[in-house]
């Protein structure tokens, strides 16, 4: 092959790789269609997109996971009433119904902007300083229940100085004054 039919090969790979649906690279046609709702500031009748507030879903990343919002001062239990909230009071638009096709896929995509959870555990111990050293002894207090009360448990009493933590004397008879 000559250096024009390899340029021509590698341009077409190229393009053919650009035009990859979203679907071959891990996102379903709910996170899709949820992103361009997401992304649209005429969608349910509003004026601003949810990307306006949240530019590529930042702050968005755990509301995927939480079942209890509060946006404004005001409370929602669920990840549909957020939207909704978000839809009617930041957007200006229409609430829309929790069991619509929109909504789903709004929370579809909401739920897609989660950091993926490993595909392994922590990482094995590097043998270094420290590595194969017993545990330190345990100290009372730090990570032990603490001793009971009582004199004699294993530390002498410190001797008590008058006027540091003792009261001063009684005036009276028999104190040198």
Not at 27 to 48: C, S, Y
Not at 54 to 83: C, D, V, W, Y
Not at 119 to 125: D, E, L, M, V
């Amino acid at each position: 092959m000559n250096g024009k039919g390899k340029k021509l090969v590698l341009t077409a790979a190229l393009m053919m790789g650009l035009a990859v649906p979203a679907t071959l690279m891990g996102q379903t046609a709910a996170e899709e269609r949820g992103q361009a709702l997401f992304n649209d500031p005429k969608a349910f009748g509003g004026q601003v997109s949810c990307n306006s507030c949240h530019p590529g879903g930042q702050g968005l990343e755990r509301s995927g996971t939480k079942t209890r919002f509060r946006i404004m001062g005001e409370r929602q239990n669920s990840l549909a009433e957020a939207i909704n909230f978000c839809i009617i009071n930041a957007n200006k638009g229409e609430a829309i119904a929790e069991d619509s096709r929109e909504m789903q896929d709004m929370i579809a995509y909401i739920k897609s902007l989660a950091a993926p959870a490993p595909a392994y555990g922590p990482p094995p111990p590097v043998p270094g300083p420290g590595y194969g050293v017993p545990p330190r002894p345990r100290a009372p207090g730090y990570d032990m229940p603490p001793a009971p009360p009582g004199p004699g448990y294993g530390v002498p009493p410190r001797p008590r100085t008058p006027g540091y933590d003792m009261p001063p004397p009684p005036p009276g008879p028999g104190y040198g004054r």
